[in-house]
């Protein structure tokens, strides 16, 4: 499995960025895929996720209602969506397929920076 991910760069605080990953390499077809992000100096943490069989969604507080994560099946191509950025939003934002009986992670993508500014 190869993931790409991309889409990452600058925004002003209330600004909007989106991720993209595009996976190959199998079929997703009772796979999962999520985003997680490392900031400076902190533990990495789960973003948002999405089932690829029913598109099932899942965030982390922190984002609900700014971040969206939606999936172009035709594509094999996962979105993250950034809405309403704010500067604690700043990291490295890295996509990863699971298994969706376990989300345990097994598939990992390089990393794209998002760096947001007030």
């Known amino acids: 499995v190869q993931l790409q991910a991309s889409g990452g760069g600058s925004a002003q605080a209330g600004g909007s960025l989106r991720l993209s990953c595009a996976a190959s390499?199998?079929?997703?077809?009772?796979?999962?895929m999520g985003w997680f992000r490392q900031a400076p100096g902190k533990e990495r943490e789960f973003v948002a996720a999405i089932r690829w069989t029913g598109g099932n969604t899942y965030f982390a507080d922190s984002v609900k209602g700014r971040f969206t994560i939606s999936r172009d099946n035709a594509k094999n191509t996962v979105y993250l969506q950034m809405n309403s950025l704010k500067p604690e939003d700043t990291a490295v934002y890295s996509c990863?397929?699971?298994?969706?009986?376990?989300?345990?992670?097994?598939?990992w993508g390089q990393g794209t920076q998002v760096t947001v500014s007030s």
């Open positions: 990863a397929v699971a298994h969706d009986s376990s989300w345990s992670y097994d598939y």
């Open positions: 390499g199998r079929t997703f077809s009772g796979y999962g």
